[in-house]
């Protein structure tokens, strides 16, 4: 067959596969799912009232057509972005696949359809609910990195310049539970070789590819589990990751609002308390 007709095949099949298996592998949250993803994070990875990890992925592809610097990004080479969120097994929660790699992981979350649902309360998310042990009820919380806005239904580290002990603590917990999308892109990439390199087509195409691995990615953790070769290796590796990564991390600028700092700082004494 002629290289037209294997690409046409490629891009077909990866559609059908994501139009088809979606629903099944990568629904939209409900609020028991969400619910069962918390306790999951608390039992697993010690931080309660997590409904997922957050972070983004740089798609390598090769230089659009007419696109100039916009998916030039800060690695040197062009991109589209994939930002995830992954709940305690390392499985996809939420992706969404398009943003211009020139976007920072914070730029491509404001922009985002996850953003506009979750800050607007039409995502599924539970009230409130009491932290284990207290009388405090505090929101349903997303964490990640530095990259990402304090927001109340989003945690992220606090910066160098004002940590102390307490802080530090905090920052130590939830890079702990936050190393659930690492390990899931690290997951991804392991077992889906073509995000090693370029993707050759165009980016309507590749982010058609990009979704269907994802969903690919959570059928088979769905059917292996921990028993698959790609996990035990990613996992061996970020174990020496974690042992040799400093906590503390620079502020990128964000403005946190006065609720989103409250609500941290009740992680921060519950986290004293509850080690």
Request: glycine share 6%; charged share 25%; aromatic share 10%.
């Amino acid at each position: 067959m002629g290289a037209c007709t294997v690409a046409k095949i490629v891009h077909e099949t990866c559609l059908v596969i994501w139009e088809e298996l979606v629903n099944e592998f990568m629904p939209v949250p409900t609020k028991e799912h969400w619910e069962k993803v918390s306790v999951d994070y608390n039992d697993k990875w010690g931080f309660p009232n997590c409904i997922g990890s957050i972070d983004g992925k740089h798609c390598q592809i090769k230089c659009p057509k007419n696109s100039g610097s916009s998916h030039f990004n800060y690695l040197k080479y062009f991109s589209l972005v994939l930002q995830g969120v992954a709940d305690a097994d390392k499985k996809f929660i939420i992706i969404d696949v398009g943003a211009r790699g020139k976007q920072s992981d914070g730029g491509t979350f404001a922009s985002s359809k996850l953003c506009n649902l979750i800050s607007n309360n039409n995502l599924n998310v539970p009230p409130e609910k009491h932290l284990p042990g207290t009388n405090i009820k505090v929101p349903y919380v997303l964490i990640g990195d530095e990259a990402y806005p304090l927001k109340p239904y989003l945690m992220r580290p606090f910066p160098s310049r004002v940590l102390n002990p307490a802080r530090e603590y905090f920052n130590e917990r939830l890079s702990r539970a936050r190393k659930c999308i690492e390990c899931t892109f690290g997951i991804l990439r392991a077992k889906w070789r073509l995000l090693g390199k370029d993707i050759e087509v165009s980016p309507k195409k590749a982010v058609v590819i990009i979704k269907c691995m994802c969903l690919l990615h959570n059928i088979i953790r769905e059917k292996d589990g921990n028993s698959d070769v790609d996990y035990c290796n990613v996992m061996i590796d970020q174990r020496n990751n974690w042992e040799n990564e400093g906590m503390d991390h620079p502020a990128r600028g964000a403005n946190s609002l006065q609720r989103a700092k409250e609500i941290r700082n009740v992680y921060v004494d519950y986290f004293l308390n509850n080690p």
